[in-house]
C-alpha cells in the first residue's frame, strides 16, 4: 500500500473535530491525541527538533541536506482538526479501487452515492484509487490528506539525503475549521521565511488569492413598551431590521447572487428584540479598497431605514476578520512562480485558483510568513460525500518535494 494512503487512513481514525462555542485551546481535547501521535511518528521518521506546544502545534525539522548558506527556511503546514459541521467519530474509510466512472454507493447509508455527474473533479480519476467514508460522516481528507502528504514528503526527504534542500519546517495545526488555526502560532519559533498550507482541492491548484474579510454589525434602537398602550410611542427594532433586510439588494452583491471575482454582503446572524435588534454581515471582496464601499453602503441602507421609524437611532460597527494574502504575496513572486514549477515537474498543469473566503495562510501572511495554499486533493468537504484520490495524494506529496529541492536549486 502507498505509504500516504497508509497514513492517510490512520489518521482519518481519529475524531478531531474542534468546537467553535468551545473557549479552551485547542477548542478540544481531542485533537491533541492526533497531535501527540504526530510527535511520536515524526520523532520515529528521525526528524529533528520534534516538539508541542502549550497550546498543541506541532512543530520539527527536515535538517538542510545543501551546503548552500543562503538557501531560505520553507514550511509547511497542515491543521488535524476537522468541521464541527459533520460528524468525525467513527469515521470508518473506504478504498474504491480503480475508479472506473461507476456510482460510488456508502455502504453505511445507501442513500449517499458519490455520482460523476454531480461531482465533475471525477473525470480525471480513471484507474485511481478513491477514499470515502462510509456514509454516516465526514472523511476528514480536510485537511489529514495535507498531514499525511506532509508526513510522508518529509519522510521521503530523510530517506534520500542524496536531495538536496535547505531547512524545512513542518507544523501541524488545530482549530483551523472553526478559525482560530493561527491563534496562537508562533511564526518566530517556526522560524521559516515562506510556507506553504497544503490543504486545496483537486491536482494541481496553487491559491495564491483569498477574499479579504470584514465582520459588521448593524444595531437598530427603538423603543418598547406595553404593546396594549403602544399606539403612537412604541417604535418596534425588528421592523426596522426588517425594512432594511428589504433593502439589501438580492440579485446582486450577496452570495447566492456571485461568484468567481465578485464580493459580496451576507447577513447571517440576527438578535431580535423590540427594544433593539442586530444584524450581523459578512462582508467579503478581494480588492481591501471595495470592503469599504460596501460598509458604507450597508451603513446608507440602515441609516435610510432607521429614519423611516421617528425616534429610532442606530449604530454600526466594522471589525476586520483577515486581508486578501495576495496583497503580500505580490512581493514575494518567487513563493508563487517556484510552487507553479513543482507542479510542472509533477506532470500536472497549474490550476490557479481565487479562494472564495480565507485561509490559515492569509492570516499567516499578514503576520510575516507568506503562505499561499497548494492543492491536496480534497473534494467535497465538510460533507459526509467527502473524497479524496490517492493518486492526488501522491502528486502533492511528489509537489513538496519538489518545492523543497527547487528552493535550494535558485539559491546560489
Ligand atoms: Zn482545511
Redesign the pocket.
Known amino acids: 500500500m502507498s505509504d500516504v494512503l497508509d497514513r492517510f487512513l490512520r489518521y482519518v481514525r481519529y475524531d478531531t473535530q474542534s468546537d467553535e462555542r468551545s473557549t479552551s485551546f485547542p477548542s478540544t481535547e481531542k485533537q491533541l491525541v492526533l497531535l501527540r501521535a504526530l510527535v511520536d511518528e515524526l520523532r520515529g521518521i528521525g526528524l529533528a527538533d520534534v516538539a508541542i506546544d502549550e497550546y498543541g502545534y506541532v512543530m520539527a525539522t527536515v535538517p538542510a541536506t545543501s551546503a548552500k548558506a543562503t538557501v531560505p527556511t520553507i514550511g509547511f503546514i497542515a491543521?488535524v482538526d476537522t468541521s464541527p459541521e459533520m460528524s468525525g467519530a467513527g469515521v470508518n474509510p473506504v478504498v474504491h479501487r480503480r475508479y472506473d466512472g461507476r456510482d460510488l454507493v456508502l455502504p453505511d447509508d445507501q442513500s449517499a452515492v458519490l455520482r460523476l455527474a454531480e461531482n465533475p473533479a471525477l473525470a480525471e480519476q480513471t484507474g485511481c484509487d478513491i477514499v470515502t467514508a462510509s456514509g454516516t460522516t465526514l472523511l476528514g481528507a480536510?485537511?489529514k490528506a495535507g498531514v499525511a502528504e506532509i508526513v510522508t514528503a518529509a519522510a521521503h526527504l530523510v530517506a534520500h539525503p542524496e536531495i538536496s534542500h535547505g531547512t524545512i519546517r513542518i507544523a501541524f495545526t488545530p482549530d483551523?475549521e472553526v478559525g482560530r488555526g493561527t491563534a496562537h502560532f508562533d511564526v518566530a519559533r517556526f522560524g521559516a521565511r515562506f510556507a506553504y498550507t497544503v490543504?486545496g482541492g483537486s491536482r494541481g491548484e496553487v491559491e495564491a488569492e483569498s477574499f479579504s474579510a470584514d465582520a459588521m454589525t448593524v444595531t437598530f434602537h427603538g423603543f418598547n413598551t406595553h404593546p396594549g398602550y403602544a399606539k403612537g410611542r412604541m417604535i418596534n427594532a425588528i421592523r426596522i431590521a426588517a425594512n432594511f433586510l428589504h433593502r439589501l439588494p438580492a440579485d446582486r452583491l450577496a452570495p447566492e447572487a456571485t461568484d468567481g471575482h465578485e464580493g459580496f454582503v451576507h447577513p447571517y446572524v440576527m438578535q431580535a428584540g423590540v427594544d433593539r435588534t442586530s444584524v450581523k454581515l459578512l462582508i467579503r471582496d478581494f480588492q481591501t479598497d471595495a470592503l469599504r464601499e460596501k460598509e458604507l453602503f450597508v451603513k446608507h441602507l440602515a441609516q435610510e431605514a432607521t429614519a423611516a421609524y421617528p425616534g429610532a437611532w442606530l449604530e454600526t460597527a466594522v471589525e476586520e476578520s483577515y486581508r486578501n494574502m495576495k496583497e503580500v504575496l505580490d512581493r514575494h513572486p518567487d513563493v508563487i512562480e517556484y510552487a507553479r514549477e513543482a507542479v510542472r515537474c509533477a506532470g500536472l498543469e497549474v490550476r490557479s485558483r481565487s479562494i472564495r473566503g480565507g485561509t490559515d495562510g492569509s492570516r499567516l501572511s499578514f503576520m510575516g510568513l507568506p503562505t499561499p495554499n497548494l492543492f491536496a486533493g480534497e473534494q467535497n468537504f465538510h460533507s459526509r460525500l467527502e473524497w479524496v484520490s490517492v493518486c492526488d495524494m501522491e502528486k502533492a506529496v511528489e509537489v513538496i518535494v519538489n518545492l523543497a529541492r527547487i528552493w535550494e536549486e535558485r539559491s546560489w
Do not use: P, Q
Request: hydrophobic residues 0%.
Open positions: 491543521h480536510d485537511d483551523e490543504d
